[in-house]
């Protein structure tokens, strides 16, 4: 049973940094892209980033390009969300996902949550003014 396990949420304050980890068990993804999104109340889950089999190729959306890095460390099958500055406008379920199709992927394949065939049960963060 593949299963992805994210962790590291929790409640800060403006400005504060936290890290998520996002654990695959069951299969590897080491050759496939590997992604985190985002869902804050009465809003559509979001693309946050995305990262290549390698490491190589990142990917993140405007809104927290600068702020955030994605990072993945294939020999524990995990995926890492490092998130400084964070705002409250960062408040949601933060979702980790494995794309099976994908190596590197693109600017314009990566952020589609369609792309994504494995998902996390995802984690909390709350960021507070």
């Known amino acids: 049973q593949v299963q992805l396990v994210e962790s590291g949420g929790g409640l800060v304050q403006a400005g504060d940094s936290l890290r998520l980890s996002c654990e695959a068990s069951?299969?590897?993804?080491?050759?496939?892209?590997m992604g985190w999104f985002r869902q804050a109340p009465g809003k559509e889950r979001e693309f946050v980033a995305a990262?290549?089999?390698?490491?190589?190729?990142?990917y993140y959306a405007d809104s927290v390009k600068g702020r955030f890095t994605i990072s993945r460390d294939n020999a524990k099958n995990t995926e890492y969300l490092q998130m400084n500055s964070l705002e409250p406008e960062d408040t949601a379920v933060y979702y980790c996902?494995?794309?099976?199709?994908?190596?590197?992927?693109?600017?314009?394949?990566?952020?589609?949550?369609?792309?994504?065939?494995?998902w996390g049960q995802g984690t909390q963060v709350t960021v507070s003014a």
């Open positions: 996902a494995a794309a099976s199709r994908l190596k590197s992927g693109s600017s314009t394949t990566v952020p589609r949550a369609d792309m994504y065939d494995y």
């Open positions: 990262i290549g089999w390698s490491g190589e190729s990142t």
């Open positions: 069951g299969r590897t993804f080491s050759y496939n892209v």
